[in-house]
Nanobody
Framework: QVQLVESGGGLVQPGGSLRLSCAAS????????MGWYRQAPGKERELVAT???????NYAESVKGRFTISRDGAKNMVYLQMNSLKPEDTAVYYC???????????????WGQGTQVTVSS
């Protein structure tokens, strides 16, 4: 089992910045791909950004040039730096990881509990 805990959400004015963090914990695991997703009220959850173990990144068109995903393998952390925030970025942001678990020899997918980001003046 792997636990993911997000932090860093909050209320910010349009044009502002926030940095989300996600910490993974558990025993005998290896993080593979990691990512951030978001879900706005009344909408389906959507991909925001992903990063592979080799740090290859992928972004939704709506956040390209404004958001940056990064990871720290030594700390089992993934980050999302969000700049030039817009009201349409308002959503609950979820951390996601694909994890190899040594005890079972299998890959598993985990989600965090989510952190609210609200962009409003």
């Amino acid at each position: 089992q792997v636990q993911l805990v997000e932090s860093g959400g909050g209320l910010v004015q349009p044009g502002g910045s926030l940095r989300l963090s996600c910490a993974a914990s558990g025993r005998r695991f290896m993080l593979n791909a990691m990512g951030w997703y978001r879900q706005a009220p009344g909408k389906e959850r959507e991909l925001v950004a992903t990063i592979t173990r080799g740090s290859v990144t992928n972004y939704a068109e709506s956040v390209k040039g404004r958001f940056t995903i990064s990871r720290d393998g030594a700390k089992n952390m993934v980050y999302l730096q969000m700049n030039s925030l817009k009201p349409e970025d308002t959503a609950v942001y979820y951390c996601n990881t694909e994890t190899f678990e040594y005890d079972t020899g299998r890959y598993a997918n985990y989600w965090g509990q989510g952190t609210q980001v609200t962009v409003s003046s």
